[in-house]
Structures are given as C-alpha cells and as structure tokens.
C-alpha cells in the first residue's frame, strides 16, 4: 500500500461510483492505473465489496435498533459470539474485556415485539448465555464509517 492506493480508496469511499478515469483525473494518474490498482486490492480482500448505503426511516422501512450486551460463560463466549454473527437480524458482533468478558451486538428487528422475540426464543437460549441486557437506541446522533482519508493523514508515506 503506497499514497496512491489510499487515495484511490478515499476517492472510492468518496463516491464508488465513479469512474476510473475520473479518479485517475483527480488523482493525475491514468486510469488503468487506477483499474490495476483497484483489481489487485479486490484480490487480496483490501476492498471487500460495494455497496448502497439506505436510509431505512427515508425508505419507510419500520426498525428497532438495540445494543445487546450477552454475558457469558468465559468457556463459552466465541461459540456463542459465531452463532450471534449467523443471525440476519444481527449486524455487528464485538467481544469485549472489561471487568467481565462481554459479547455486544448491534441487533436489528421491526418492532420491539420481534426484538423481544428473538432475544427470548434465539439469544437466551444460546449455550453459555448468562444474562443479557438489551439497550434500544431511540436517537442516532452519529452514524459513520472509517474513513481512509483520517487514517492516510497519519502515514507518512
């Protein structure tokens, strides 16, 4: 990874859509430079995919999310942890090692009923679970993504 390929991928973040020749145009590079570049971090899994960020409040879509902390058996927490990350309803898994092992999950769901729900039929009754405790996020304040352009401010490359 060298200045180029982190500013090919803040340009990407910026807007991934875009063409190569235009990142090539902002970055004075050619295009198929930017092309071989590109390719070649999708091979080693440096870039993992593209992807439509949405608003689901804009789009009408009904949701719940919740910030699950697990408590577990410590003999038992990855297993517990892999089976969390399987559920579709669940979009972050995180361990945690603070005065106890914690798992937290970022759970999503449509009501607080279904959230209820798969908490009691599908968290609960996981092996190893000791308690749980469910915090339902009422207001988002900051959504964001690591950006490649904080993290190239740091290197000197």
């Known amino acids: 990874m060298d200045r180029a390929d982190l500013e090919i991928l803040q ?12 990142i090539g145009k902002r970055l004075r590079i050619s295009h198929s430079t930017v092309y071989d570049r590109v390719k070649r971090m999708e091979e080693q899994k440096i870039i993992k995919g593209y992807t439509a960020l949405v608003d689901l409040e804009k789009a009408g879509v009904r949701n719940v999310l919740a910030v699950v902390t697990v408590y577990t058996d410590p003999k038992e927490t990855e297993g517990v942890a892999e089976k969390l990350a399987k559920s579709c309803r669940v979009l972050e898994v995180y361990t945690s090692l603070s005065d106890e092992l914690v798992i937290m999950a970022k759970v ?4 607080q009923e279904e959230l209820h729900e798969f908490i009691a039929s599908w968290v609960a009754p996981l092996q190893g679970v000791l308690r749980i405790r469910t915090s339902i996020i009422t207001k988002k304040l900051k959504e964001t993504y690591f ?3 904080n993290y190239s401010k740091r290197l000197r490359l």
């Not at 340009?11 to 235009?22: C, I, K, P, V, W």
């Not at 999503?108 to 009501?111: D, F, I, K, L, N």
């Open 147 to 149: 950006s490649i352009e």
């Open 108 to 111: 999503w769901a449509g009501s």
């Open 11 to 22: 340009a990407l973040q910026d807007d991934s859509r875009q063409t190569y020749t235009a």
